[in-house]
């Protein structure tokens, strides 16, 4: 709900920016504008001339405007592509019974996950990438499985098989996970 309404304001944000900026180029452009557009034409400025000389004779004032402007963009690029990037799983938890744990790379659980995935029957090619947080990890498994291959009971081992070993060997008692299924392509084979 929140990354929805996150990018919801990320949108609304952008789309103002860029009425605003249309705005400015269709009065720059010359073209026949409305009365009640903010510009009105290639003479008319976004700052009067009162405003721009307001601070003209300080060196420190248009400086300062450029990176104040220069840092806002920066910000808000930095913002999009955290919104747009989906968040993998670095390290994950251990329990290793001594009450310390350790830390397994998330990498690596993810190749054994996909390893194994792709060595089951039907299944042409796999690939898992872990979310959640350090203590409560979940996976996001894309299978692409073969023509005779029967969904349903790839998935049913899937879960126990795969999904249920990584829970016992990470010791947890379920591995939540996001499972999406393709259908593998086949290359037509010649008839001669």
């Known amino acids: 709900m929140l990354r929805t309404v996150n990018r919801t304001v ?31 034409g290639p003479g008319d400025v976004l700052l009067s001339e009162a405003d721009r000389e307001r601070w003209r004779d300080q060196g420190w004032w248009w400086p300062v405007v450029i990176s104040v402007l220069a840092a806002i963009v920066l910000l808000a690029l930095w913002w999009l592509i955290a919104q747009l990037r989906r968040p993998r799983l670095a390290e994950l938890l251990v329990d290793t019974g001594d009450g310390e744990g350790a830390l397994l790379r998330g990498r690596a659980l993810e190749g054994v996950l996909a390893g194994e995935a792709e060595a089951m029957e039907g299944v042409g090619r796999a690939a898992v990438a872990l979310t959640g947080d350090l203590s409560e990890p ?7 499985v073969e023509p005779e291959a029967v969904p349903a009971e790839v998935v ?30 086949r290359t037509p084979h010649r008839v001669t």
């Open 10 to 40: 990320l949108g609304l944000i952008g789309l103002a920016l860029l009425g605003a900026g249309g705005a400015v180029l269709v009065a720059g452009a010359g073209l026949p504008v409305p009365s009640w557009w903010p510009f009105y």
């Open 138 to 144: 979940a996976a996001r498994v894309t299978l692409w």
């Open 156 to 185: 049913g081992r899937l879960a126990s098989e795969v999904l249920g070993q990584a829970a016992a060997s990470t010791g947890r008692a379920t591995l939540p996970a996001e499972v999406r299924l393709h259908a593998a392509k």
